[in-house]
């Protein structure tokens, strides 16, 4: 991890979050039922080097092999700081441009990794403007947890670098209200100030974030850096990771408590990678009970039914 994360973290306190995440346990040795290496099967969908096209109008870019920081639930753990892993090198990338531009049913690229913003300036620039310069393209995302665990890599120059390849989202990976320092603010802040649409990943963790006042607090303090939750994620089955999941359920159940008592533009959507590679497909609470001939059958968001709205 970084130094700057490290200092985030509480020596004294086993139970530290920001620990938990990353420094190892014994418990990753046990594998259970269900748990793969690519929970995903990105590996088959792997079309060029490093490009995994399981929709058809969006590619997922490995731009990177490595990360500042490598969280120990990884669903890319089989390659990501691995000998080998995607290299950032301009030949492989080009083939992986070639490919987007052969497609034009293609219109999103996220790029990911390995987190891309490890890479220097240059390289990043080069790539995210060969990208840029593709038609049909429509939006370039990158996914990244370096505002939290690397935030002074974020400067004024790299945003001017990438301020013509608009539009450009960020796709942030933050898990708790620890990681928003004043420094992860300001890099936010520069972000979001360069015109660029920021937005969270947080993955569900057990011991960690899995209670709806600390998403919660996650959540208000993401709205005020001018980051949107976007996506709460079931955490992959990957091996060794049964101690950070949380059952579907208690998922659901802390969706339900965060409605109504946070802005809607705080609550992101909760979404479970469906394992063997079919996609993403959000989880929500119910609140249609049932119909009648006539009515949608309903209820509110304290759990109360008899509610009922007309089907037409
Ligand atoms: C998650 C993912 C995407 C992006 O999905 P969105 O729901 O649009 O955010 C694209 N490709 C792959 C392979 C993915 O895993």
Redesign the pocket.
Same mark, same amino acid.
């Given at each position: 991890m970084t130094p700057y994360y490290f200092g985030l973290i509480n020596r004294d306190d086993p139970k530290d979050p920001l620990r938990r995440m990353v420094i190892p346990l014994p418990a990753e040795q046990e594998v259970l039922p269900g748990e793969r290496q690519d929970p @995903?099967g990105?590996e088959e #969908?792997t079309r060029v080097p490093g490009l $995994?096209? #399981? +929709?058809p109008d #969006? $590619? @997922?870019l490995l731009a990177a092999g490595e990360c500042p920081v490598y969280c120990r639930y990884c669903t890319r753990g089989r390659i990501v700081g691995q000998r080998d892993a995607p290299r950032p090198n301009r030949r492989r990338w080009q083939d992986a441009v070639d490919y987007i531009a052969d497609h034009t049913e293609v219109h999103?690229v @996220?790029i990911s990794g390995g987190d891309p913003l490890i890479l220097g300036d240059a390289k990043l620039e080069w790539l995210v403007a060969a990208l840029r310069e593709i038609p049909h393209i429509d939006i370039i995302r990158i996914g990244s947890k370096v505002p939290f665990v690397l935030p002074m890599r974020i400067t004024p120059d790299l945003c001017r670098r990438l301020q013509p390849c608009q539009p450009l989202y960020f796709?942030l990976h933050v898990n708790h209200p620890n990681e928003i320092t004043a420094a992860a603010c300001d890099a936010c802040e520069l972000l979001a100030d360069h015109g660029f649409v920021l937005g969270s990943q947080t993955v569900l963790l057990q011991g960690i974030n899995d209670d709806a006042d600390t998403l919660r607090r996650l959540f208000r303090e993401l709205l005020c850096i001018r980051v949107r939750p +976007? +996506?709460l994620l079931q955490c992959d089955p990957i091996t060794g990771s049964g101690h950070f999941r949380v059952p579907v359920d208690r998922g659901l159940e802390i969706m339900r408590q965060l409605r109504g008592t946070i802005s809607g533009y705080g609550i992101p959507q909760y979404?479970l990678?469906i394992p063997g590679g079919a996609g993403?497909v959000p989880l929500s609470p119910d609140y249609i009970e049932g119909r009648t001939s006539k009515d949608l059958l309903l209820r509110d968001i304290h759990g109360n039914s008899g509610f009922s709205y007309p089907l037409r």
């Open positions: @995903l990105e #969908r $995994v096209h #399981r +929709y #969006r $590619v @997922l999103d @996220l796709s +976007y +996506y979404i990678d993403k």
